[in-house]
């Protein structure tokens, strides 16, 4: 958690920018956390297990309400786009809106929830989420603007309405068919805990982070990956061919339902190379998800590093979604001191990965991987501490 005067900083920080664009002053500042995935990908919108957390880089919102309805927003991340303007009933996709599309997005949905803007308002972001580094900025700033339009407009939406709302945005409004795990873990983290979530069943439980004297380091490969440009979503397509084929002998509903096992033994159904690695990765990786959530109760930090290992061994050579960066960052952690296991998170092809590490090693592996890929690619990585926080909330 962050130490109450730096929040108390940072909200009168963003409260004054909103004041130097808008010149008037904000009534309200919300915090929206970004997310990692401990184990879990690409694994939501085949049915199975996800376990991530919320962290505490993410995005801060300075909000104001007006009398008409009209709606201005800016972003201190993207200066150069000025303030965006259009009315509350004005809320179908257009380019021309750029990166508000995520928040029209959601108005749009929270709308079709039988919920009307009788107001517009001014809203001032801000966030220090890497760009482009696959902790889920959009999902933030989705569930940001939940959060901010059920606090200042009274709509008493459930939390689980917001997430497949935010889901609903990207697979309808900015056409990446991604599944739920994003918008449920931002919105519903807590601090100090990893949610475990059967995206098949929507159940859900809470683990404890007890990692003993380890930190989970995320290692950011400043490569940005683009979803909407990768190949998200024909991974996406491939598992779903993938499972048609399962179901002509088999009666199941999705990847995530079958054991190792019963892939095995009905992989021939497939009939394909490429599907059987990429239905492979998506029934296996299920499978370690629930088996890192065991050895994590059960204080088995050996075994839970091993299979976020395997975990990017299945990414990189079944699902193949990685990039030269994120393998060059988890072999060098893979070989350095103190570390358990390490792999990339989130949807691939860059963006960032995490290693469970030793708290005394960390400065030794930043110094060392941090020159060594500095060496081979020519600019530098990041690597900053994941700190577990709580979901969107009023600052």
């Not at 519903?188 to 380091?217: C, H, K, Q, S, W």
């Not at 990956?225 to 009666?251: F, G, I």
Request: proline content about 3%; charged content about 25%.
């Amino acid at each position: 958690m962050k130490p109450i005067w730096r929040i108390i900083m940072l909200k009168e920080a963003i409260a004054e920018k909103f004041h130097q664009i808008f010149k008037t002053e904000a009534e309200e500042v919300y915090f929206s956390p970004g997310r990692i995935n401990l184990i879990g990908e690409h694994t939501d919108y085949n049915g199975g297990h996800v376990f991530p957390c919320a962290i505490s880089l993410g995005t801060y919102g300075a909000y104001r309400g007006r009398d008409d309805t009209q709606v201005k927003m800016y972003s201190g991340n993207l200066p150069d786009t000025g303030i965006i303007e259009f009315d509350v009933n004005d809320l179908e996709y257009d380019a021309k809106y750029k990166w508000s599309n995520y928040l029209r997005g959601m108005m749009l949905e929270i709308r079709e929830l039988s919920h009307d803007y009788d107001h517009g308002f001014e809203l001032y972001l801000e966030g220090d989420l890497p760009d482009g580094a696959g902790l889920s900025s959009s999902a933030s700033i989705e569930m940001l603007m939940g959060t901010i339009l059920n606090d200042q407009f009274n709509l008493r939406i459930t939390p689980i309405e917001l997430v497949k709302a935010g889901q609903r945005v990207e697979n309808n409004y900015i056409k990446v068919n991604s599944g739920i795990m994003d918008q449920f873990a931002v919105e519903m983290g807590r601090r100090n805990e990893a949610t475990f979530l059967d995206t098949n069943t929507m159940e859900y439980d809470y683990a404890p982070l007890d990692l003993n004297n380890n930190v989970i380091l995320i290692m950011n490969t400043n490569k940005p990956h683009e979803l909407v440009n990768s190949e998200y979503n024909t991974r996406r397509a491939e598992c779903e061919e993938a499972l048609r084929r399962l179901q002509t002998k088999l009666n199941i509903n999705a990847l995530g339902e079958l054991t190792k096992d019963a892939f095995d033994q009905y992989a021939y159904l497939i009939n394909d190379e490429t599907l059987i690695k990429r239905a492979r990765h998506a029934v296996f990786e299920n499978q370690r998800t629930i088996e890192a959530r065991e050895a994590l109760k059960q204080g088995d930090l050996k075994l839970f590093g091993r299979l976020v290992s395997a975990s990017h061994v299945s990414l990189q050579f079944d699902y193949e979604v990685s990039a030269p960066e994120l393998d060059m960052l988890v072999d060098e952690a893979w070989q350095s001191p103190g570390v358990l296991g390490a792999r990339m998170i989130g949807g691939g092809f860059g963006g960032c990965a995490i290693a469970l590490i030793e708290k005394d090693q960390v400065d030794e592996l930043v110094k060392t991987v941090g020159q060594k890929y500095q060496d081979r690619f020519g600019y530098a990585a990041d690597f900053y501490e994941a700190k577990i926080v709580d979901g969107p909330h009023k600052v």
